[in-house]
């Protein structure tokens, strides 16, 4: 019974962590690591994970799942703009997965101007097609043409991603140091060995 009461807390434990990120990321002397804490700033690589199983995740609706994978939809948007908030509630309001990238640095306007805006938001990407502005009707047309459902589809449980950067910062790698010249007594590693093998 002692076994019992000891495990339990140790499944309560693992269960707590399952929606834990993992961080794998190369460091300066190529080492790869894994890690749940956020890597250092001189980290390569970088790569995060989530441990969220895959039955936990809302699932879309086979119609809005194909349009979605066929016609993604992204809105470019920036702060204090009524016409970037009416698009996000139309979007949001229409059960539309959507990813929102925010235009705040001269690399976001960069990033806006590639995408296909003249500088103007909010920008609408369904697909291939592009609306610049906000006007309701020509939005509708464009996701009812990428064959999105006119009704919410959207599971209860489905949370739109958050919002992210236009031009993400990038981590700044500085130039990694000579590699030390193995020890002559140290013996080679063998050929068929994985990179960054060492005895």
Not at 38 to 62: F, G, H
Not at 164 to 185: F, G, L, Q, Y
């Amino acid at each position: 019974m002692a076994r019992w009461a000891l495990l339990g807390p140790g499944l309560l434990l693992c269960a707590a962590g399952v929606g834990a990120q993992v961080y794998k990321w190369t460091d300066a002397k190529g080492v790869v690591s894994f890690s749940d804490q956020p890597p250092p700033a001189n980290a390569r690589k970088v790569e995060r994970k989530s441990l969220e199983p895959t039955s936990a995740r809302a699932e879309l609706p086979y119609a809005l799942a194909e349009a979605a994978k066929m016609h993604p939809v992204v809105l470019y948007t920036t702060a204090s703009c009524e016409a970037c908030d009416q698009g996000r509630a139309l979007l949001r309001q229409r059960g539309i997965p959507f990813a929102e990238k925010t235009v705040q640095s001269n690399d976001d306007q960069q990033k806006l101007k590639d995408a296909g805006s003249d500088g103007q938001l909010p920008l609408l990407l369904v697909g291939t097609s592009r609306r610049i502005g906000f006007e309701a009707g020509a939005w509708n047309a464009a996701l009812t043409d990428a064959a999105y459902p006119l009704l919410r589809r959207l599971p209860a449980n489905w949370q739109h991603p958050a919002a992210i950067s236009a031009a993400p910062p990038r981590n700044v790698v500085p130039d990694a140091p000579a590699a030390p010249a193995a020890p002559a007594n140290r013996p080679k590693p063998p050929p068929d060995a994985p990179p960054g093998f060492q005895f």
